[in-house]
C-alpha cells in the first residue's frame, strides 16, 4: 500500500493556507504499492501542505512524522518558487527547528545545495533573515556553500555586504569562512571589488583592498571617524582609555603581557554593565578599522610608479570629499604617505579652499605653521590666484552646511562666520584686507550674510526682550522682601528683632547680592536692546553681554532662592525643626532646573566666544 498522509495530515489539508506561500495544486502522488516516487522536482502543494504548515510555525513534531513517512520530502521542491523545505524553515525563523533539519540532511551534502527560482540555496535565505546560527550551521555542515552564488552571480558573503549588512556578525563571520575557490571565486572575481565597497560603507572595514573606490567610500562615511563623532568630554575621555586590538597586531612588548589581559578583561566586562562602555567601544574599533584600512590602501597605491600615482589622485576626488566632509585623519594618512599631495589642486581648487569653504578646522590646521614671528601662516603659501580664491570661499555663507547648523542661535552663527573670516583674513597677503576687484572681501562678506545678520539681531532681541522681564520680576521682589524682614522690626529704632540670628544675617546678604545681580542683568540686557547691531558687534561685544546678563539673572535667582529658605527657616526654626532639609531640597529645585536647561546654552555660548581659536595647527606627522 502506498503510504498515505495521517489523519492529522489529512485534517490540515483544510486548514488555511498561510497567505504569503504560494503553493501549486496538481495531480496527487502515486497511489501504486510501495513507498511514493516522489522527485525532486515540484508535485502537488495539496500532498505537502501540511509539511509547509508544520516548517512556518516550527512545529518539529509534526515535520519529523511527515519525514518518517516521506523520507524523500526533504529534498522535494514544496512550493511554486522551487523552494525546498530547508529555503522555508530559512524564512520561519525557528533556529532550533532549522538546525534539527540540517542535522537530519547532513549526509546528503547536496541536500543542502539545492536551490530555489533565483539559484539561492537555504544559505543565502538564511543571510538575508539575519540568522547567524542558521548561518552557522550550514557552513559547519557544507562549507561549500559560501561558493555557491545565485543567479545574479552573488554568494552569500556579498548578500552580507549589501542587503544583509546590518547583521555585522554575520559578515564578519562569512568573511573569516569564505575562501577564494571555484566555482565562484569571491575575493578575485571582478565582481570583489563592489562586495568591498558595500562593506565599506555598511561600516565592516574588516577587508583590505587597493583601490581609490574603497577611500571614496570612506569619505562618504565620516561618522566612521572620531573627527566626525559628536561625543561629550566625559565621552572624549572614556574614549582615549578604552583598548581596541585589532587580531592582526601584535600585543605592545612595552608592558606586561599579564597586566595587558586582565585590563582587556576588565574592559570587557564593563562593556556588558555599562552599555555606554559598548557604544564607545564600537565607535573606537570602527574608527581604528577604517583608518587601518585606509592605510593598507595607501600602502597598495605606494606600489606603483610616480606617474600611476599622480594620475590616480589627480583625476579622483578622494581627498576633495575627505575635505569637504571633515574627514581629516584620511586627509593626514594620505598626505603622510604622499607628501606632495599637500600640493594638490584637484580642478585648480587647494585644499585649503575647500577646507575653508566647508568651514572644516581640522583639516585646515593640517596646513597651518607657527611663524618665526609666532603668527599663523598657510603652508604652502598660497599664490595671488589661490589667495583670492580662499578669500572668496571665507565670505560666502551656505546655510546648509554642518558646522553651521551645529551652533545653537543665529546670533552665534554670525559669530562663527565672522570668526572664520577673520581667522584666513589673518593668514592671507595683507593687501587682500583691502583689495578686491569689485570693492573689498568685507563688503562680500556682509552682502552674503545680510539674512543671518537680520535672524542673529531678531534671535539678541527676543532673547534680551524675556531674559529682561525675569530680572525684573526677581528685582521687585528682592526690593520689596529688603524692607518686611522676617520676625518685624523695632517700634522705637527700626532695628529687625531678629538681628542676631544666622539665618537673618544669610537673608539680608543673599538678598542684597540677589538685587545687585538683577539690576545689573536689567542694564545689560538693556544695552543689548540698543546696540546698533553691525556685524562687527557679533564677533565679541554682543556675546560677551549676553553671556554676562545670562550669568547674573542665574545668580540673582540663586540668592533670591537663597534669602527665601532663610526667611523660611527663621520663622520654622523653633517649631519645626525637621524642616530645614525638605526647605533646602525645594529650594534647590529650581536651580537644578535652570541649570538643566540653560547652562548647556550658555556653555555653547562661552565655548564660541572664549574657546580655542579656529586657528589651530595640527602637525601630519603625529
Not at 188 to 197: E, G, W
Not at 396 to 414: C, H, Q, W
Not at 493 to 511: C, E, H, R
Amino acid at each position: 500500500m502506498a503510504t498515505q498522509p495521517s489523519e492529522e495530515q489529512g485534517n490540515l489539508d483544510h486548514a488555511e493556507q498561510p497567505a504569503d506561500v504560494r503553493v501549486s495544486v496538481g495531480s496527487a502522488p502515486s497511489q501504486s504499492g510501495g513507498a511514493p516516487e516522489i522527485s525532486v522536482e515540484q508535485v502537488g502543494g495539496r500532498y505537502y501542505r501540511p509539511l509547509l504548515q508544520a516548517t512556518f510555525k516550527g512545529d518539529w513534531e509534526s515535520a519529523k512524522r511527515f519525514l518518517e513517512q516521506d523520507s524523500s520530502s526533504n529534498m522535494a521542491t514544496i512550493t511554486s518558487r522551487s523552494e525546498t523545505m530547508l529555503h522555508i524553515a530559512a524564512f520561519s525563523a525557528h533556529d532550533q527547528f532549522f538546525e534539527n533539519l540540517v542535522e537530519i540532511l547532513s549526509p546528503h551534502p547536496e541536500a543542502l545545495e539545492m536551490v530555489d527560482c533565483d539559484g539561492r540555496t537555504a544559505l543565502h535565505i538564511a543571510v538575508l533573515c539575519g540568522r547567524i546560527r542558521m548561518v552557522k550551521a550550514l557552513v559547519r555542515r557544507n562549507p561549500k556553500l559560501t561558493q555557491l552564488p545565485d543567479d545574479e552571480g552573488r554568494v552569500p558573503w556579498a548578500m552580507s555586504a549589501l542587503e544583509a549588512s546590518m547583521h555585522k556578525e554575520i559578515a564578519w563571520f562569512l568573511a573569516k569562512n569564505t575562501t577564494d575557490d571555484e566555482p565562484s571565486h569571491p575575493f578575485s572575481s571582478s565582481s570583489a571589488i563592489d562586495t568591498i565597497i558595500d562593506l565599506t560603507y555598511a561600516g565592516h572595514h574588516g577587508i583590505r583592498f587597493e583601490g581609490n573606490s574603497i577611500l571614496y567610500a570612506l569619505t562618504m562615511m565620516p561618522s566612521h571617524f572620531l573627527s566626525r563623532t559628536r561625543l561629550s568630554v566625559l565621552e572624549t575621555l572614556i574614549c582615549k582609555r578604552i583598548p581596541v586590538d585589532l587580531n592582526y597586531k601584535p600585543t605592545d612588548k612595552n608592558s606586561d603581557p599579564a597586566l595587558q589581559r586582565l585590563t582587556r578583561s576588565l574592559w570587557n566586562a564593563a562593556k556588558i554593565v555599562v552599555p555606554i562602555i559598548k557604544r564607545l567601544h564600537e565607535v573606537k574599533l570602527r574608527h581604528v578599522v577604517a583608518v587601518e584600512l585606509a592605510k593598507q590602501v595607501c600602502i597598495a597605491i605606494a606600489s606603483k610608479d610616480t606617474t600611476e600615482i599622480n594620475d590616480f589622485w589627480q583625476e579622483g576626488q578622494v581627498l576633495v570629499r575627505a575635505t569637504a566632509r571633515g574627514v581629516s585623519e584620511l586627509v593626514k594618512l594620505c598626505i603622510q604617505f604622499f607628501p606632495e599631495l599637500i600640493w594638490i589642486a584637484p580642478n585648480g581648487v587647494s585644499l585649503v579652499a575647500h577646507a575653508v569653504k566647508y568651514r572644516r578646522e581640522r583639516t585646515l590646521g593640517l596646513f597651518l605653521k607657527v611663524s618665526s614671528t609666532n603668527e599663523m601662516s598657510l603652508v604652502p603659501a598660497p599664490t595671488l590666484e589661490k589667495t583670492k580664491r580662499i578669500m572668496k570661499e571665507a565670505a560666502e555663507y551656505k546655510p546648509t552646511l554642518d558646522e553651521v547648523i551645529n551652533v545653537s542661535g543665529a546670533a552665534f552663527r554670525m559669530q562663527r562666520e565672522l570668526q572664520w573670516f577673520k581667522a584666513v583674513e589673518s593668514c592671507t597677503m595683507p593687501i587682500m584686507r583691502t583689495y578686491y576687484d569689485e570693492g573689498t572681501y568685507w563688503k562680500i562678506f556682509v552682502d552674503k550674510h545680510k539674512d543671518l545678520l537680520e535672524s542673529g539681531e531678531k534671535w539678541m532681541k527676543d532673547t534680551a526682550n524675556s531674559c529682561m522681564l525675569i530680572s525684573t520680576l526677581i528685582a521687585t521682589v528682592l526690593f520689596a522682601a529688603a524692607f518686611t524682614m522676617p520676625g518685624g522690626n523695632d517700634d522705637k529704632t527700626g532695628v529687625p528683632l531678629l538681628l542676631g540670628q544666622d539665618s537673618i544675617l544669610v537673608f539680608a546678604i543673599s538678598d542684597g547680592l540677589g538685587l545687585f545681580s538683577s539690576v545689573t542683568a536689567i542694564l545689560i540686557f538693556l544695552a543689548i536692546l540698543t546696540s546698533r547691531y553691525e556685524a562687527q558687534d557679533f564677533l565679541e561685544s554682543l556675546p560677551r553681554k549676553i553671556i554676562m546678563g545670562l550669568s547674573l539673572l542665574f545668580l540673582s535667582l540663586a540668592f533670591m532662592l537663597v534669602a527665601f529658605a532663610a526667611t523660611l527657616t527663621t520663622v520654622l526654626d523653633k517649631r519645626l525643626e525637621w524642616v530645614l532639609i525638605p526647605i533646602a531640597l525645594l529650594a534647590s529645585l529650581p536651580v537644578a532646573l535652570f541649570v538643566v536647561l540653560q547652562l548647556p546654552l550658555l556653555y555653547q555660548m562661552v565655548k564660541s566666544t572664549y574657546g580655542p581659536s579656529i586657528l589651530r595647527p595640527e602637525s601630519i606627522w603625529e
